[in-house]
């Protein structure tokens, strides 16, 4: 059977296709989102408490490359494949370079309930990635558009930079690195032992929000949905290729290979609303959280394991 928290996922996805009147109110859903975020960054700076170091820097400059390389990868994909227009064809790209919050949860549960060991940085995994993407998709739109360099970067670090998942994750970091498990305990064990129950409730919201996604499926974009179910598992043997050939442990790569499988659906939205504002963001929405996501929560991240099994023989 699914984790636990996958089958909140799915209540809610029954739900919303349904059309039952079960909804979670916006300040509810902001809440569980901003403390899924801060507890990531939390357990992942507890991780790194005394464990700095700069071995982990080749590591890290790697799954950044990865970030900044898939946007550039999947830009021409779109545009020629799928016949979206430049602006959708960058924020398709940046969405898909970066990474899923919700998907690194439950690959980070996933990985925690079978065992497997996990290297202390993988949380920061999520913004190795997230930035370069974001970044690297924007700029290759305004050079498509002809803008001048300046005009492209100007702005780009501030409109990455300061969006909140990016603030919650790298202060959570930060905090957890500083106090450890011990010194910080009054305050982050009540964060880290809720871990399950607010991941559960943030995929009950996650569920409802794809099944409106979903209703009705727009068939009319059949290569956009396509390409929504193609990518993730194409892409999870680039981040199980690249996990495997630095040597991470098992559950390092296990995660590294479901975030290179995922789509964002909070951070790159944002930065997409303000950086491309002829971008549909609908689609990418449609795409990121209607196919990707439960394809990745669903059965994508139990074939991933297996593979990586396979593989490491």
Not at 56 to 81: H, K, N, S, T
Not at 105 to 110: E, G, H, P, S
Request: some cysteine; hydrophobic content about 60%; charged content about 10%.
């Amino acid at each position: 059977m699914p984790d636990i928290v996958v089958m909140f996922f799915l209540l809610g996805l029954l739900a919303g296709l349904v059309k039952s009147d079960l909804t979670i109110p916006k300040a509810a859903y902001d809440t569980l989102s901003l403390l899924l975020m801060l507890t990531i960054g939390l357990k992942g700076g507890m991780a790194l408490y005394g464990n700095l170091g700069w071995s982990i820097v080749p590591e890290l400059l790697a799954v950044a490359a990865l970030g900044a390389l898939i946007p550039l990868a999947l830009m021409p994909i779109l545009r020629r494949c799928v016949h979206l227009s430049p602006a959708d064809s960058a924020s398709l790209a940046a969405h898909y370079g970066s990474v899923s919050a919700g998907t690194f949860a439950v690959a980070l549960a996933f990985a925690e309930g079978r065992g497997l060991v996990i290297g202390a940085e993988v949380t920061l995994y999520l913004v190795m990635m997230e930035l370069p993407a974001i970044m690297v998709a924007i700029a290759l739109y305004r050079r498509y558009r002809g803008s001048e360099a300046g005009e492209a970067m100007q702005g780009l670090w501030h409109e990455t930079l300061t969006n909140r998942g990016v603030i919650l994750l790298a202060g959570g970091v930060l905090i957890g690195a500083m106090y450890g498990p011990a010194e910080g305990a009054n305050v982050t064990d009540l964060l880290t032992g809720a871990f399950h129950a607010v991941l559960a409730l943030f995929l009950l919201e996650m569920g409802l929000t794809a099944a409106d996604t979903l209703r009705p499926v727009p068939w009319r974009l059949w290569r956009l949905l396509t390409f929504a179910l193609v990518a993730p598992p194409a892409l999870s043997l680039v981040g199980m290729i690249v996990g495997l050939a630095l040597g991470l442990p098992a559950g390092s790569v296990l995660i590294l290979t479901a975030l290179t499988a995922s789509a964002s659906y909070i951070a790159a939205p944002a930065a997409m609303r303000t950086a491309i504002p002829e971008a549909n963001i609908g689609l990418a929405m449609l795409a990121s959280l209607g196919f990707t996501f439960p394809l990745n929560v669903i059965v994508g991240i139990p074939l991933y394991h297996q593979a990586i099994q396979w593989a490491a023989g």
